[in-house]
């Protein structure tokens, strides 16, 4: 044991929870979540990653690290006309979808077969708005929102990892001085609210699939990956088959889909988290702890976001999603070939469209795979 496992595993909880956090709100927001269901999502989510975290680090002697679906959050933040307890049925749906696919492993390989380019164009669709809100919130409230965009650029030259952290908490601090905070909540234990599941087609199409297809491509495939390149070789169907059970339990108490953690996960497999790689996995069970705390405080913590400026709420969001923007238009036009139909995914996508009852990413998966199979079908005709 290290003091630098304890300093490692903390460092990668408060980013995972505080850099995000905002997006997780806004997603149960979006789908008319009340304050006590929203500290109640926050609440399960945090104790489904330590349980998780917990169990797979001790199991594997690996530092496996859980994180809530970043991307998944923006993908519910950006729906509309969902209720909550047809988002919970969503929840549930992709649960199950996550927990088949560890245990059959052709699903693996299925999604893997998806387009890095589509899938990415359709990431960079979903978390667009969020980025772009945080433009225009820099427009409508300049100055709160001007210094903490300067101030988030500077740090990020020096710390990536904690720039969204220290602009949550320095916004947090400015715009106490400006007066822009209401009553500051009192102090409240969290508590786990029941919603019941509500299912229907075009929650399942609309919201689970989507979620599910952003959880794999783009949170539990990147954490397998961080895990190898550290030189460990993860059963990668016992540990996704394992976030979709717990995801599936904590689902009816709101919580957003739980997954592999990629950057969260690059914190703990760090030669500085540990010089043995064998004892890295000591990372794992100093994390959940760390999560069980937030859990705790879960209900004050969603209690002092709602009575925090609209604005600097829209900033956090979209600056943390700036990484993950980036990342996904990157792949999304790497490949010169693939390049029309990941900005289709991208473009459709970003419109918001929504037929049938069925939202913008489900069909800008489909017409970004419509239009790489049809490249491909005149690229071989070509050929003859």
């Known amino acids: 044991m290290r003091l630098s496992v304890v300093v490692s595993s903390f460092v990668a909880a408060v980013v995972g929870f505080g ?129 903490l965009i300067v101030a988030f650029f500077v740090i990020r030259l020096v710390n990536p990892a904690l720039s969204v952290l220290v602009v949550l908490v320095g916004g947090v601090a400015l715009a106490v001085m400006l007066g822009r905070v209401g009553t500051l909540p009192a102090f409240e234990m969290s508590t786990l609210v029941w919603t019941t599941p509500e299912f229907s087609l075009a929650a399942f199409i609309g919201l689970a699939v989507p979620l599910y297809l952003v959880t794999m491509a783009s949170q539990n495939l990147a954490g397998i990956a961080v895990l190898r390149a550290a030189g460990y070789e993860p059963p990668a169907g016992a540990l996704i088959a394992t976030t979709g059970f717990f995801s599936l339990v904590s689902a009816p108490f709101n919580a957003l889909t739980t997954n592999l953690a990629a950057i969260s996960a690059a914190i703990c497999t760090d030669p500085d988290a540990h010089p043995d790689p064998k004892k890295r996995w000591l990372t794992g069970p100093f994390y959940a702890l760390w999560y069980v705390f937030f859990a705790i405080f879960g209900a004050s913590v969603v209690a002092l976001f709602d009575v925090l400026p609209p604005s600097l709420i829209l900033l956090v969001a979209g600056i943390g999603l700036l990484g993950p923007l980036t990342n996904a238009l990157a792949l999304a036009m790497a490949d010169p070939a693939e390049r029309a139909p990941a900005i289709v995914a991208f473009a459709v996508t970003a419109s918001g469209v929504a037929v049938a009852g069925i939202g913008a990413a489900f069909w800008g998966l489909v017409a970004g795979l419509a239009v790489f199979f049809l490249d491909r079908v005149a690229a071989r005709l070509r050929r003859r």
């Open 19 to 147: 850099g995000t956090l905002a997006l997780v709100i806004a997603a149960a927001s979006a789908v008319g979540a009340t304050q006590t269901q929203t500290a109640s999502m926050v609440t399960a989510v945090c104790l489904a990653k330590a349980a998780e975290t917990l169990i797979l680090s001790w199991w594997t002697r690996m530092p496996v690290i859980t994180a809530w679906s970043t991307p998944g959050a923006a993908l519910i933040g950006a729906s509309a006309g969902f209720t909550m307890g047809e988002a919970v049925g969503a929840f549930v749906g992709a649960a199950l979808l996550l927990t088949l696919t560890g245990l059959v492993r052709p699903l693996t390989r299925l999604v893997a077969l998806i387009p890095s380019s589509v899938a990415s164009g359709m990431l960079a669709g979903i978390v667009v708005a969020f980025v772009m809100g945080a433009a225009r919130a820099a427009g409508a409230d300049p100055v709160l929102v001007l210094p």
